[in-house]
């Protein structure tokens, strides 16, 4: 049975650069919230609650491959 420094080694460099990238985008998400930050698209301002969602997603897929990656 491969010890876990051995399954880390095998972590796929994609999977790797997916959970950092989700972990940004939720972390941005969460800045945007504490912030106020306000996002305008196309002339329109987006609401609060979409970085809410946006939040609950992209961390649910990082914590989601990180937990594939380290089974």
Do not use: Y
Not at 17 to 42: D, K, Q
């Amino acid at each position: 049975m491969p010890s876990s420094k051995e399954k880390k080694r095998n972590t796929k460099p994609f999977t790797t650069i997916a959970i950092a990238f989700f972990a940004l985008l939720a972390f941005l998400h969460l800045l945007r919230l504490f912030l106020g930050w306000e996002v305008t698209v196309n002339g329109i301002i987006v609401p609060m609650w979409v970085s809410v969602v946006g939040f609950l997603i992209v961390a649910g897929l990082a914590v989601a491959l990180w937990r594939e990656a380290h089974k």
